[in-house]
């Protein structure tokens, strides 16, 4: 049974994932911000499941000692992860001057900066093993300019590069 860990899993695409790969036989660990959405969400998904397939982990993927404890705890739980989904993302709008330096600086984080972090602990692993993949959820906000969007836009841009480079 192969491990995948899916950032953002709380909802969404991410719980959407989660499910999908559940259904497939993978263990899943989930990794979200929302402690109260993902706990509650894994322990009914481990009543119709398994326990031993399926876990939550809260996690800040903007945050290098959670990205780190989240693979210790995953390490643990489940064993080397086969895949990671960084998908957890945010959005803000507005033109670039009327975008707060903290929003800039969090979408960058939470958008960029995870995946960088993430690959960061557990990409280790997957090299030893000789085997793993890397899903990043990008947008198409990553490749035009939309109206109002500019951080976002940034951001998911930087994700698109990113991923070509990683490949
Ligand atoms: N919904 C869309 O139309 C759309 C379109 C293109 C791309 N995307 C991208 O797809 C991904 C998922 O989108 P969605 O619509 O399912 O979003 P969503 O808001 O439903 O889910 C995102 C999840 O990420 C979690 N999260 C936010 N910040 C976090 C952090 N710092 N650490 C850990 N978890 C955090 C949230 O708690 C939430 O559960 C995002 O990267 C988004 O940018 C979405």
Known sequence: MKTVVI???ASGMGLSATKLFLAKGWKVMMADF???AGKKT???LATRYSKKQVAFHKTNVADSSSVKELKNATAKFFGVADSI???AGIFTKGALHEVSEENWDRIMAVDVKSIYLMTKYFVPDMIKQKAGTIVNTASISGLTGDYNM???NAAKGAVVNLVRAMA
Do not use: F, V
């Open 85 to 87: 989904i960084n998908n």
């Open 42 to 44: 894994a322990d009914e």
């Open 34 to 36: 929302n402690q109260e």
């Open 150 to 152: 500019a951080a976002y």
């Open 7 to 9: 950032t953002g899993a």
